[in-house]
């Protein structure tokens, strides 16, 4: 009974929390995963680097509203996190909702912005293996680039249109905005204000050790996926502040031009922002004759001719090498 109770208050606490942020206009509503509960601290191994995330349940949440996958959880043939990879192939990012999600129009609303403000165009899923899939969560929340499998981007009530054109953000390989590793010639981290367990939120990719890059000159102030200056504040006073110590307004209400400058070079209007090594290569044909140096794509990976086979070069999709097993082979099946 007791313990009921308090975990009845403990919602509630937070639930006027998460409301007076709405209402007061200090901040925006904060994208977290799960607002409700803080996690154990926990130091995985992402992409070959120690990084430390929160594991709350079986998730592991890094910077608050960012689901990653350790590396001894991913599939063999995984693709590395972040920003320089993990894009969505030919400017498609496919995408399914939950048919029991409140004010589809969040969804729906957030996508029509993205179409209309970049080159990156959202089909509804068919049989598509890699997708996005809107859902109510507790939080807002999402992965960071394209997956390879189901991806969720959980939404709250709480979460707004721009709170889903944020998510989205990361699900097409966006870093937040404080995280750019030139970030402290434009603000300043207020360690000592950020909540117990949440300072690792406010480190760069590099020195969260994930790859990334910086696809415009300067930190963008503008930038809706940047936080805003009391995000995961303990004390109510700033954890970000311009260098000149002034604090700031982050926005939620779309692409900023440095967001919209940035995505085009990730994702430029000639479609090559997949960096998808299968890009333009024909299918292989069993009634043509091929040369080395041949390339062909076979179930979904890109062999090269050789004077004495198939050399398989690496996953569709992707610009990485396949280095697994139990991978297609195309001479099993072909002779020349
Ligand atoms: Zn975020």
Redesign the pocket.
């Known amino acids: 009974m007791t313990f009921t109770s308090c975990e009845d208050e403990q919602l509630d606490n937070s639930q006027e929390q998460l409301d007076n942020q709405l209402v007061t206009g200090k901040d925006f509503l904060q994208?977290v995963a799960y607002p409700d509960t803080t996690g154990k601290l926990v130091t995985i191994q992402l992409n070959g680097e120690s990084v430390e995330v929160e594991k709350i349940g079986d998730e592991y949440i890094m910077?608050?509203?960012?689901h990653v996958i350790p590396d001894d959880m991913l599939p063999k043939d995984a693709k590395s996190t972040g920003r320089t990879t993990r894009r969505w192939p030919n400017n498609t990012v496919y995408y399914d909702i939950q048919s029991s999600l409140p004010n589809q129009a969040r969804v729906t609303n957030a996508i029509a912005h993205w179409e209309a403000n970049t080159d990156l165009t959202f089909v509804r899923r068919t049989n598509q293996t890699a997708y996005i899939y809107f859902r109510t969560g507790s939080g807002?929340?999402?992965s960071v680039g394209r997956t390879g499998g189901r991806q969720n981007i959980n939404l709250a009530n709480g979460c707004s249109t721009g709170n889903t054109i944020?998510?989205i953000?990361?699900a097409v390989g966006l870093w937040?905005e404080q995280s750019r590793k030139d970030r402290d010639q434009y603000i300043t981290i207020n360690f000592q204000n950020i909540q117990s367990n949440r300072a690792f939120n406010f480190q760069t990719y590099v020195q969260q050790g994930i790859d990334g890059d910086e696809y415009t000159n300067a930190l963008d102030f503008n930038s809706i996926?940047l936080?805003g200056s009391f995000a995961f504040s303990a004390n109510g006073q700033p954890t970000i502040v311009r260098k000149n110590g002034s604090t700031y307004n982050a926005q939620r209400n779309g692409l900023s031009a440095g967001d919209i400058s940035g995505i085009s070079v990730m994702y430029p209007g000639n479609g090559g922002g997949g960096n998808d090594i299968c890009e333009g290569v024909a299918p292989w044909s069993s009634s043509q004759s091929y040369q080395p140096g041949d390339r062909v794509t076979y179930r979904g990976y890109l062999f090269e001719r050789t004077t004495s086979g198939w050399t398989r070069i690496g996953q569709c999709g992707t610009s990485k090498s396949a280095s697994t097993q139990d991978l297609p082979d195309l001479n099993d099946v072909a002779k020349n």
């Open positions: 994208e910077q608050g509203d960012m807002c929340s999402s944020h998510e953000g990361h937040h996926m936080y």
